[in-house]
């Protein structure tokens, strides 16, 4: 074919007094790769400040060798805590629970999370707006599956809670720990 599609559409639209809309798709498509290239650079922004503001993953106290670990965890428990995965969404009991207590790392039994932190996201994992105490999860920079985002994990095994998002609205952090209820144990308040 000696002329492309785009070289035979733009003759057809002069031919037919469409120049107008040809030059407004024209700067439909300049404005398209303009705001892709304004995009890219912001991520590089952001991809650089929250690697200067995140901690790297290092060595954890509670240390175990995967046997160990597997003899340890339940199939499920090992695949999201030491294989980072994710469980299907509203398929945890934790996610609608309400009752007051404390929510533990189902590796090490390190508590992370309050009930009175815990609030309904709608997005089918207990999420919390904060931890019981900083030094209690982890928090670092995950690229994984092309995308940025901030892993947590527990601070004394290591072990795969879930992710933090900027997207707590309306809560008094503003943060959605979105953390897999698979990860985690309830110790109910007495």
Not at 81 to 107: A, F, I
């Amino acid at each position: 074919m000696k002329y492309g599609v785009h070289t035979i559409w733009r003759y057809n639209c002069y031919k037919k007094g469409m120049k107008q809309k040809f030059i407004y798709v024209g700067f439909i498509c300049a404005g398209v790769l303009f705001s892709a290239a304004r995009c890219g650079q912001s991520r590089q922004i952001t991809e650089k400040k929250i690697q200067t503001t995140m901690q790297t993953e290092d060595t954890f106290p509670v240390k175990k060798t995967e046997e160990e670990w597997k003899a340890a965890l339940s199939p499920a428990e090992y695949q999201v805590l030491r294989e980072k995965g994710t469980e299907r969404p509203y398929s945890s009991e934790y996610e609608t629970l309400w009752d007051s207590g404390t929510y533990v790392c189902k590796g090490c039994g390190s508590e992370l999370f309050s009930s009175a932190t815990k609030f309904d996201a709608g997005c089918g994992w207990p999420s919390f707006y904060q931890s019981i105490d900083k030094s209690r999860v982890k928090e670092i920079l995950d690229k994984s599956h092309g995308m940025v985002r901030t892993e947590v994990v527990c601070a004394k095994c290591g072990g795969h809670l879930g992710h933090v998002f900027n997207d707590g609205y309306g809560q008094p952090t503003g943060l959605r720990y979105c953390i897999n209820g698979v990860s985690l144990g309830f110790k109910k308040k007495e």
